[in-house]
């Protein structure tokens, strides 16, 4: 339905590349990239798309324009593209902490539509969260939500959520990277050669996570499986409580929260 819409990604860092390999992978036919960076030019330049290195005289008549550069670029992006008309264009951004008042105010009262992916996007496995201005029109809420559903799953939340959706599933997949690291570390402490105690640890955060997805049991119920009286799982689970580990968790979640807040 949207696979001739033309799509505008100023940003093609590591997001954006991950962005335009499942737009193109989806089907989408006129993508359209900006960056500066003469690596990233090189990178995409066996790629079906458009590529150019500025913004300057680029003439912006395309129905979305996705926004994926960081946080402190992101005024000069906005700035640039406040002299076109953008009355009938989806402003997209995945710039982390930026709200959707902050795109008002510099491009007036157009459609915008914040949200919040995450890096296995780049998989096709990703998390994206998204919100949008009143002023967006369902047909641009459909579209955004296709552009990103070529990458992973999308939940559409109110923007008041947006810190603690950033502190769950933006930042997420580091504390997952962290905890799988430290998996590996114990079986390679325990003398395990370093690749295969990898392979152990990612397939079973792989695994329980596909597992927890597909079964229909809680999730309190699949940890209680595998937990039997005086067993090792139980010896592990009792070092994690009394390390208040869920308190550890709640406390790291609370700071990212707190710095999303604060990058606002
Ligand atoms: N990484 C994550 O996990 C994640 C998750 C969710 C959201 N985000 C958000 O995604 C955004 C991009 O992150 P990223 O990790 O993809 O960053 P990145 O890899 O640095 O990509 C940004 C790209 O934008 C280019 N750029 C700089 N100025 C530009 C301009 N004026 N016009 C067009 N392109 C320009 C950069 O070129 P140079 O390298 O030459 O500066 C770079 O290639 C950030 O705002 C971040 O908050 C990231």
């Known amino acids: 339905m949207f696979k ?13 590349q991950s962005l335009i390999r499942g737009w193109l992978k989806h089907g989408y036919k006129n993508i359209l990239a900006i960056d500066p960076n003469l690596e990233v ?7 079906e798309i458009s590529f150019h290195e500025d913004i300057e005289h680029f003439h912006f008549d395309v129905d979305v324009i996705v926004i994926a550069v960081k946080p402190q670029v ?6 640039q593209i406040s002299m076109q008309d953008l009355s009938k264009t989806a402003i997209l951004s995945i710039v982390a902490g930026k709200k959707i008042k902050v795109y008002q105010e510099a491009l007036g009262d157009v459609s915008i539509v914040r949200s919040m992916p995450n890096t296995p996007s780049s998989i096709g496995n990703g998390m ?3 919100c949008a201005s009143s002023q967006t029109s369902e047909e641009q809420v459909l579209l955004s939500q296709s552009l990103f559903e070529s990458v992973g ?8 959520m947006m810190d603690i959706v950033t502190a769950i599933s ?25 690749d295969l105690a990898r392979e152990l640890a990612i397939m079973t955060v792989y695994g329980s996570a596909n597992y927890a997805l597909e079964s229909e049991k809680n999730l309190q119920e699949l940890r209680e499986r595998v937990t039997s009286p005086g067993g090792t799982t139980e010896a592990a689970l009792e070092v994690l409580t009394n390390g208040d580990f869920k308190d550890c968790i ?14 606002n």
């Open 4 to 16: 001739n819409k033309k799509i505008l990604l100023i940003g093609a860092g590591n997001m954006g």
């Open 41 to 47: 030019k090189k990178t995409l330049s066996n790629l």
């Open 74 to 79: 992101l005024d000069e992006v906005l700035h």
């Open 128 to 130: 994206t969260a998204l």
């Open 153 to 160: 799953k999308v939940a559409w939340v109110d923007e008041s």
């Open 170 to 194: 933006g930042s997420g997949p580091a504390y997952v990277f962290y905890f799988i690291e430290c998996l590996i570390s114990s079986a390679v402490k325990a003398g395990m050669k370093e």
């Open 250 to 263: 709640d406390l790291a979640i609370n700071q990212a929260k707190k710095r999303s807040e604060e990058l």
